[in-house]
């Protein structure tokens, strides 16, 4: 099938699916009101075969130190799965199925499946890792540019994480865990419970984002967005926290977020 845009509707909900643009999501409108900011770069894009940052790009993969391109120097940031074109599936007036291959410059062969599944109340990510061949170290994230402001209120983000990875001068995780403190933030945080934020526009939305990983980054630096990114491991996590995708056990994720009106 295609790589032409999606158009999935569950009620007064739309999300836009663009597997020709890195698989992101493109847009999610709830009674006509647009919540993730718009753009090429923006709405909501799979970090896969690994999310944030890696420190100067380099891995340990069993014995071998691999390389990726620097897209963030020093840092290489977010994986290669945003950048490339997905492929169609399967699609349903309220799910879509997409895929895409892992090439150069990832080191190994294999395939990641996203399906997007809208309810009127809901939307529900589930991503999937599989090898080809060899097992390899990966994670699997979500990276949604919500809009800061809607009918000139500010978003407020709710949560209660366990820990706060201490962040370095380089924007990494220095291995150490601090007791969570006030934003601006560019940084993660534990949540063993599972990842549970809610941002809430005043009198008119409140949103949860869900996940049974533990690890979320929230990044609120920018005036026109917030982003609550529930992911399976932190940054730099290919080399500190690596999950192993193997023949016989692929990666899988899932973020829910829902919804209600105030």
Known sequence: MSNEDITLTAGDAEVIVRPGNGGRIGGLRIGGTQLLRQGDRFGCFPMVPWAGRIRDGRFLDGGIVRQMPLNSPPHAIHGTARDGAWRTARVTEREAVITHELTDPWPHSGRVTQIVALAEDSLTLTMSVETYDDS????IGWHPWFRRTLDGADVTLDFEPAWQEERGADHLPTGNRVEPGPGPWDDCFGMPGGVDVTLTWPHRLELKVASREEWVVV?????????????TGPPNGLNTRPRLVTPLEPLEATTIWSWRRL
């Open 136 to 139: 390899f170290p990966a994670q």
């Open 219 to 231: 990044y609120d630096e920018q005036a026109e967005a917030v982003c609550v990114e529930p992911q």
